[in-house]
T-cell receptor, first 114, second 113 residues
């Protein structure tokens, strides 16, 4: 199946630094979702975006739904050690025959050094 | 406490045996999904169900079967026909209408010996 192009694949940063990751697609979506997954656990929803151009924050996290509906980015400000994990983007088409199928990025592995 | 539960967390089976993974949700969501996650490959859709007594194959359904007899439950059976069953299995349910969102369970790690 199709996958989104998520970058970077991995990041090694110092505590306190800001982080930025993004996803691009050749197809348009009407929902973008960002998840964080800890080792051996299920993905936890961080931010959901439903409208082109939408900018949404959740604490230190900010995400945007691209104007073209083919991309999205996630920023984490002032990183802390518990930000460590794998971050996934997912695009979704709703309605019609889409059955809510999520198309996932490959994930960004974030490591934060204290 | 609302959410999605999967059991067991870890499962070990001998090659050739069928095994059933449990997924239960009390979120009153109509749609439920099963994904498989392998290292470096992200999440791949196995089966999905949009309503009770109806389900459809996803991208990698071969060697798997499901049932949806109740809204709250969507068990996945990994059959002996699945050539490489060792993986991390994730169940999800979907909140529809308006702000459409999928939520995941904690996962089951299946190891076939």
């Amino acid at each position: 199946g199709q996958q989104l192009n998520q970058s970077p694949q991995s990041m090694f940063i110092q505590e306190g630094e800001d982080v930025s990751m993004n996803c691009t697609s050749s197809s348009i979506f009407n929902t973008w979702l960002w998840y964080k997954q800890d080792p051996g656990e299920g993905p936890v929803l961080l931010i959901a975006l439903y409208k082109a151009g939408e900018l949404t924050s959740n604490g230190r996290l900010t995400a945007q739904f691209g104007i073209t509906r083919k991309d999205s980015f996630l920023n984490i400000s002032a990183s802390i050690p518990s930000d460590v994990g794998i971050y996934f983007c997912a695009g979704q088409l709703s309605g019609g025959t889409s059955y809510g199928k999520l198309t996932f990025g490959q994930g960004t592995i974030l490591t934060v050094h204290p | 406490d609302g959410g999605i539960t999967q059991s067991p967390k870890y499962l070990f089976r001998k090659e050739g045996q069928n095994v059933t993974l449990s997924c239960e949700q009390n979120l009153n969501h109509d749609a439920m999904y099963w994904y498989r996650q392998d290292p470096g490959q992200g999440l791949r859709l196995i089966y999905y169900s949009q309503i009770v007594n109806d389900f459809q194959k996803g991208d990698i359904a071969e060697g798997y079967s499901v049932s949806r007899e109740k809204k709250e439950s969507f068990p996945l059976t990994v059959t002996s026909a699945q050539k490489n069953p060792t993986a991390f299995y994730l169940c999800a349910s979907r909140k529809t209408g308006g702000r459409d969102t999928q939520y995941f369970g904690p996962g089951t790690r299946l190891t076939v010996l």
